[in-house]
């Protein structure tokens, strides 16, 4: 028989396919828009709250995605206006797997939507990798973008030569923000110590590594156009032909060719630079205490060279953690499922779910999510409609909250997030800057709690 009750679902994570999930699930009497039709998958009343483990919400939005994209930032909108949809709550401060466990959840829900993200790094497996100066291009955008697990980090940008491993869009934010003039920057919401750090900086040349030919270069063309719009940057290519590239390469790989092609020509003159080098694979990063140069192989003829460089970020993948009482696919970097239930050798887990970058590997934009959040949620209403979900036991939105805060001195809801929302917002309009981030997580939860 199907209980008369909410059903009381958890999501864990506050980023894009969390919120989406959150929208399902709480979607209007009309349904959900998908594919540009209204789809209803839930037929009975939901109650949701969503787990984050920092003091804000949103995920990559606010910690991935480019301060001078602010279009891709005002997505942050739509999950806002979910937010406010009644059933919503959000808890802010509480790490799933450090201060409730995998197995509390279960206990307390009747499901369980996992939804964090690739909250880690591939990395590059070179020796020198951890010297000063050398870092993962992850760990630079999360700086620049005030992450507080990273706002303490340094990066001397007092050196002519910056390297980045690895030439897919998260390397060519990079370089677009390392070379935009400071007064564009001033009107984004990127940190103010990254500010800072960018006006000292005395690059003059960057060079983007990738391991094979142009034919099989990551980035997309718009992400390569806008490098195209830094002014005084010449952009050139090294360690190939492009005119060799295979006439049967597919349309995309074409367009970025030839738009590479005509940037070189046409951005032959600059007084900085930015280097596609292809066919190019480090082989050790040296230096004593800080990095100095970069070893480089030539894939086509085995030789090497060493390029002089004071930073070296390695743009070669987010990857998924584990989380402590849930299984991990170490491989793939992803949570293992199928149909978007988490399974364990193979068998499912009754009422635990995955969606988003933990479930399909990072890959894919804002926008896929929302499709990946319906599976996920259809397949909790499935599930809930075939009495498979465990609903004995379940504690009511008082004695979650009550048994969370039992574990955790300081969580925040909504409103919470809502005041340093506003403070960022009024900090940033006294300096003329749309916001002015915060990047410390005690600042933020010492204002949460000021009354
Ligand atoms: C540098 C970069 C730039 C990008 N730029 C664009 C762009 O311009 N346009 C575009 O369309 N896409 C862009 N993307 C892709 C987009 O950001 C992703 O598709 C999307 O964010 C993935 O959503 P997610 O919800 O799976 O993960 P995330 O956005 O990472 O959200 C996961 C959330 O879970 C939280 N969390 C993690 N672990 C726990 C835990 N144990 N307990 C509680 N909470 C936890 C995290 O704090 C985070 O808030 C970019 C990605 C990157 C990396």
Not at 121 to 144: H, I, K, N, P, Q
Not at 377 to 389: E, G, H, P, Q
Request: overall charge neutral.
């Amino acid at each position: 028989m199907i209980s008369e009750r909410p059903l009381r679902i958890a999501i864990v994570g506050s980023g894009p396919a969390g919120m989406y999930s959150a929208g399902h699930l709480l979607e209007g009497p009309g349904g959900t828009f998908i594919n540009g039709g209204l789809n209803q998958i839930v037929r009975r009343p939901v109650e949701v709250d969503v787990l984050e483990r920092l003091p804000t919400p949103w995920g990559l939005i606010r910690s991935g995605v480019a301060p001078d994209h602010p279009d891709k930032k005002r997505m942050a909108a739509i999950y806002d206006s979910i937010a406010r949809r009644q059933g919503f709550r959000f808890i802010g401060n509480v790490q799933v797997g450090r201060d409730v466990s995998p197995a509390d959840l279960s206990q307390w829900y009747d499901g369980v939507i996992y939804a964090v993200g690739a909250d880690d790094e591939r990395r590059l497996g070179v020796t020198g990798e951890d010297l000063r100066g050398s870092d993962s291009a992850r760990a630079f955008v999360s700086w620049y973008n005030g992450h507080p697990d990273f706002s303490d980090l340094q990066f001397d940008l007092r050196c002519e030569r910056a390297v980045l491993v690895g030439n897919g869009n998260v390397a060519m934010d990079v370089a677009r923000i390392l070379f935009s003039p400071i007064s564009t920057l001033h009107n984004t919401d990127i940190a103010s110590y990254a500010l800072d750090a960018l006006g000292k900086s005395q690059l003059k040349e960057i060079v983007i590594l990738g391991r094979r030919g142009p034919e099989h270069a990551a980035f997309n063309y718009p992400e390569l156009m806008e490098l195209g719009e830094l002014a005084d940057t010449a952009i050139s290519v090294e360690g190939t032909d492009l005119s060799l590239t295979p006439e049967n390469a597919d349309y995309e790989t074409q367009l970025k060719v030839n738009a590479l092609a005509k940037l070189c020509k046409e951005k032959s003159q600059g007084s900085r630079r930015i280097v596609f080098r292809f066919n190019a694979a480090p082989t050790a990063i040296v230096g004593e205490g800080q990095v100095a140069q970069i070893k480089v192989v030539d894939r086509r003829d085995q030789s090497e060279q060493a390029l002089n460089a004071g930073l070296v970020l390695a743009a070669i993948g987010y990857r998924g953690l584990a989380i402590d009482g849930l299984p991990f696919d170490d491989v793939r970097g992803v949570i293992p499922s199928r149909d978007s239930r988490i399974v364990d050798n193979g068998i499912a887990i009754a009422g635990a779910y995955v969606t988003g970058w933990i479930k399909r590997g990072p890959k894919g934009i804002i926008g896929s999510n929302k499709k990946c959040a319906r599976d996920a949620v259809a397949a909790v209403m499935a599930d809930a409609d075939s009495n498979v979900l465990p609903m004995e036991g379940t504690l009511s939105a008082a004695q979650v909250l009550e048994a969370i805060n039992a574990r955790v001195s300081v969580t925040l809801g909504f409103s919470g997030w809502q005041k340093i929302d506003r403070q960022e917002q009024s900090d940033g309009r006294a300096q003329g800057r749309p916001r002015l981030k915060m990047t410390a997580t005690g600042a933020m939860l010492g204002l949460v709690t000021a009354g």
